[in-house]
């Protein structure tokens, strides 16, 4: 009987103590990022006799103290899901509003040192050497505004290549990620299947694995396969990165414009269509955003090259006594990269052919070059006729970029809400709250210190039975 | 519903950043009085101030030009106004030269101070404006009266005033210059030669040389007008356009600061709430 009863104490010792370390690996846990608290579940022992046959005869079954059915994570997997879901877009939105607004800083409009003030400039140097061609100083303004105006086209084109290089990198880095994250979840689908073959919980494990698949969900997205053995496979457009215990690999191969595409391991390309993730999101702005951006200005580059240097032709240089018009190229190159000053030009300020015929006092050339501001020679995007002026034109593409970087910052803000409300659902349940574990302490606490107490009744009730008994006439 | 210390944090965390952001942007709009930094601010304003910034710069051109075609048609007008009382001069010698039977010393005399005149003529010819020969077409840096030819041409020289209006500024010397030298030395030809009678011939020469520069000088009136025309213009278009550029660009500074004001609350509450909750838990009352 006393037997009985002290197991039943222990049993109890036990399973409070259990509980309270799991209380203190809550409390412990209750800043890691990905963590789930966990819960004790007891159940009472198996109550004695079991019926059978030779049962000793009792009045009825006696219990025989608790057990620790299970540990369990208490987490509601459907937000996880939808978590995953806004991550994923928050993954996606949070680069390309980063890239658009590194394009917004390159650009720098509006500004006094912007490419549309340096165009303004151009022009009305033109319409000055018009006024006075036969004037050097007015000349040598339009050498160093044209001059400035080739650097600016250069150094911007310059700071878009390294941008676009720099998302090529993030491409290549988002890669390695995958990878890296796609081995340590095949890892932990490992050790959780070996766990759960011992039919525990491998409740760190899963918070672990956890805390990768919302890593990976910001890089790219994918399905989620539970194979209710523990395991679980990531699909990603058809294809598994992770199968079970089994893992696949992404690569990155140069394309032809030199930069990284993202193909599996055995050369097929991956399907990235779904908009997603910091992945697709780094290669939408390297091969759209940057891209357009860079097309734009080379078109704008080149108009201009061709434009100035057209009428440049038909004019006369400084002291010319040729018949026939004689101006040599203004402008060399063929885009932003590599517009210049033409060597002829760059020399001698005679060269900068402003005047229709060969007296000096003609500045006939240089108006019509003034013109070209008000000329229509751009085609606007979208469009297949030239209906744009180049400031026309440079305004349009500068304010697409404003709507564009607007717009992804506002789904960037509106992700960061959602991501973080949904993030609160979770933690509703998942996380841990320390007035929650202090007030389960106390209760384990208690139940310690009254199981402790029955061992200290029986103890006495031992030391009457044999200290005190048996000793009559002593 | 479970509330966690995590979840309270993250909250706190959310709204201190977004505030401060907000503050950011307020005080930055403050420290540079524009509304507009950045394409994504309103890429609507930022085309119109782009487009008025563009306009500005062109039409201050168009000023300048304005003003120094305006400077060059004055000198043109003055230059034309001393011809024209030369020309007078000479008509009034000749008319005495013509009705008196004067000795041929007199005569001889009469066509020194018209070739002093002439003289007169060919410096007025010269003209310049900011260094430029203002008569001699394109040719505006050599002179066009060389003394014996005229060496200028009779090509225009055109400024931009507007959005492809042009106008000629110079005035073509070689026809008007060249018929009264012609016409001073016709002059001085038939008073050294005694030829009195031919001087009335010349009269009527004199009359329509005056008659060309009273003409070349309405000219340069009636274009004075129009540029002075278009210089008002300008003046109202580019005060107008400077207006649009502060609305669309500038920052409403009471605004921005009542805003700015608003946002330091909401910090400050934010701090404050979350130094109240933050710390305590069922652990500051364990004891």
Redesign the interface.
Known sequence: MFNLSLETALSSLRAQQLALDITSHNIAN??TPGYTRQRVNFAPNTPFPVPSLFAPMQPGQVGTGVVVASIERVRDTFMDIEYRKEVMNLGYWETRSDA??KI??I?N??SDTGL??LM??F??AW??L???P??LATRAVVQQTAQALAETFNHLRGQLDSLQNDLDFAVQTNVEEINSIARQIRDINDQIYKTNIVKFNANDLMDQRDELLNKLAKIIDFTLIDNNDGTVSIDIGGKKLVDGLNVNSFKVVKNANGFFDVQWSDGTPVNLTAQKGELSSNIVARDVDVQKMKDYMDSLANTLITEVNNLHHQGFVLGSTSPTPDGPDFFTGTDAKTIALSSAVSNNLNNIAA?A?N??????IA?QI??L??KLTMVLPGSTTPTATF?DFY??I??????D??EA?RMYQNE??LT?NL??KR???G??????E??NM?LYQNAYNAAARIVTAIDEMMDIVINRMGVVGR | ???????LR??LL?NLNRTLADMEKSQEMLSNGKA?T???????K??R???Y??DI??GE?YQ??LD?GLNWLNTTDTALGELSDLLQRVKELTVYGANSSLPQESLNSIAEEIRQIKEQVGVVANTQF???YIF??????KQPWDGTAWQG?N?G????IG??I?VQVNTLGSPLFTDVINTLDQIINHLTAGNVSALSSDLGSLDNNLNSVLAARADVGARTNRLELMQNRLLAQLESEKELLSKT?DADIAATIIDLKNQENVYRSALAVGARILPP???DF?R
């Open positions: 209750s800043n658009l607004d917004q800083l650009i409009e509006p549309n003030q303004d400039k022009w009305n319409q000055e018009s006024k006075n036969e004037n005047g015929t007296s000096s006092g003609d500045g006939g108006l003034a013109q501001k008000d400031n305004r349009t500068v304010s697409r970029l404003g709507v970087a607007q910052d960061q809400l973080k993030n609160n933690m509703e349940s996380g841990v709250s320390i007035d929650e202090m007030t106390i | 519903m479970r509330i966690t210390p995590g979840m993250d909250n959310y507009l950045k394409p994504s601010d309103d890429p609507v930022l085309l101030a782009m487009k910034r563009s710069t062109q051109q300048r030009n120094d900011a260094g430029k001699g077409g394109t040719e505006v840096d041409n090509s020289v055109y400024f931009e959005n492809n042009k660009e838990t069922l652990v364990l």
